[in-house]
């Protein structure tokens, strides 16, 4: 297919500011600044960048535990991820929820749940609320090959494809479950798109390590969601370069076989050489974008250490119980 220039570097753009995300993130946990734990996403950036290239104002989107980044693709600006993150009051909940339950409504961000897979039924309803309104948009529900398989993520499908419900599911297949291993987990290779039938819903097979792949076979998945034709699933390979969380020693997989996909595979500088190649890109732009996302994050993380945190009087607030 061919881009427009300023699609492309907008796209590359949003790619390497997640990846530099990423990375700054596991370099705060080393240096012991983050209360709580990390699952780093880096190498899995193109599947979420691909996929949300499609999105438009009015979409929901129920984000998972990696690539936690995505949130500040879809809006979250970096002084309040940066604060809830660092456990600060200028958070989305003021520093309640930590990386894991990120969350802001007015972006169309549903939140996060602590227990992988069981918050599926989530975006369904946000599905019921935009055809209820009449609109053309979608709600994304993002999960990892592992949860794939909880009861609740089948019983969300069912409902979405009952109802034929503007569902975008889109599954993250980076092969390990924490410490399984997909081809002991899952009868068949493709562990969404391979079920889908089964629910009379369309699917994609995208290499979530392919930005342009990704947004091409999300592009004609999301379009037929949005026309009124019901759920569809988007099935993203990719691999997950670190451990399932921070500290992971990953003594269940071949770390040779891991190295190969960082190698060959990198889905940054693989975009990055293509544009270069091109001619859309140069190496001194590539150096100042570098420089420039890092200096804002570097502003935002001060401001984020500077800003109060909760105080024992106010940890108990908006609880139920």
């Given at each position: 297919?061919?881009?427009?220039?300023?699609?492309?570097?907008?796209?590359?753009?949003?790619?390497?500011?997640?990846?530099?995300?990423?990375?700054?993130?596991?370099?705060?946990?080393?240096?012991?600044?983050?209360?709580?734990?990390?699952?780093?996403?880096?190498?899995?950036?193109?599947?979420?960048?691909?996929?949300?290239?499609?999105?438009?104002?009015?979409?929901?989107?129920?984000?998972?535990?990696?690539?936690?980044?995505?949130?500040?693709?879809?809006?979250?600006?970096?002084?309040?991820?940066?604060?809830?993150?660092?456990?600060?009051?200028?958070?989305?909940?003021?520093?309640?929820?930590?990386?894991?339950?990120?969350?802001?409504?007015?972006?169309?961000?549903?939140?996060?749940?602590?227990?992988?897979?069981?918050?599926?039924?989530?975006?369904?309803?946000?599905?019921?609320?935009?055809?209820?309104?009449?609109?053309?948009?979608?709600?994304?529900?993002?999960?990892g090959d592992g949860a794939t398989n909880r009861g609740p993520v089948y019983e969300a499908m069912t409902l979405a494809a009952d109802w034929k419900l503007p569902v975008v599911f889109v599954c993250i297949n980076n092969g390990f479950a924490i410490s399984t291993p997909i081809t002991y987990a899952s009868p068949v290779p493709n562990v969404m798109a391979d079920k889908a039938a089964g629910f009379n819903m369309?699917?994609?097979?995208?290499?979530?390590?392919?930005?342009?792949?990704?947004?091409?076979?999300?592009?004609?998945?999301?379009?037929?969601?949005?026309?009124?034709?019901?759920?569809?699933?988007?099935?993203?390979?990719?691999?997950?370069?670190?451990?399932?969380?921070?500290?992971?020693?990953?003594?269940?997989?071949?770390?040779?076989?891991?190295?190969?996909?960082?190698?060959?595979?990198?889905?940054?500088?693989?975009?990055?050489?293509?544009?270069?190649?091109?001619?859309?890109?140069?190496?001194?732009?590539?150096?100042?974008?570098?420089?420039?996302?890092?200096?804002?994050?570097?502003?935002?993380?001060?401001?984020?250490?500077?800003?109060?945190?909760?105080?024992?009087?106010?940890?108990?607030?908006?609880?139920?119980?």
């Open positions: 297919m061919k881009y427009e220039n300023d699609f492309l570097l907008k796209l590359y753009k949003d790619l390497l500011e997640t990846r530099l995300l990423e990375i700054k993130m596991t370099d705060l946990y080393a240096e012991s600044r983050v209360p709580g734990h990390i699952h780093s996403g880096t190498g899995q950036e193109a599947a979420f960048v691909g996929v949300l290239a499609t999105r438009k104002p009015g979409d929901y989107f129920k984000l998972p535990h990696r690539v936690v980044s995505s949130a500040y693709l879809v809006g979250d600006p970096l002084d309040t991820f940066f604060g809830e993150i660092l456990a600060k009051k200028t958070g989305n909940s003021g520093g309640r929820g930590g990386i894991n339950h990120l969350g802001r409504l007015c972006d169309g961000v549903l939140g996060m749940s602590g227990t992988l897979g069981c918050d599926a039924a989530i975006p369904v309803g946000a599905a019921m609320t935009i055809e209820a309104e009449g609109r053309d948009n979608v709600a994304f529900f993002f999960v369309p699917a994609v097979i995208v290499d979530g390590t392919d930005v342009l792949d990704t947004y091409e076979g999300a592009s004609k998945i999301v379009e037929g969601v949005r026309a009124g034709n019901g759920p569809a699933v988007i099935e993203c390979k990719c691999c997950r370069w670190r451990g399932h969380f921070e500290g992971d020693q990953c003594a269940y997989r071949d770390q040779s076989v891991t190295e190969k996909w960082m190698q060959e595979r990198d889905c940054v500088k693989n975009f990055e050489q293509d544009l270069v190649k091109q001619g859309i890109l140069t190496d001194e732009q590539i150096g100042k974008m570098r420089q420039d996302f890092d200096r804002e994050m570097e502003e935002a993380i001060a401001r984020a250490e500077a800003a109060p945190e909760m105080t024992a009087d106010e940890i108990y607030d908006f609880l139920y119980v």
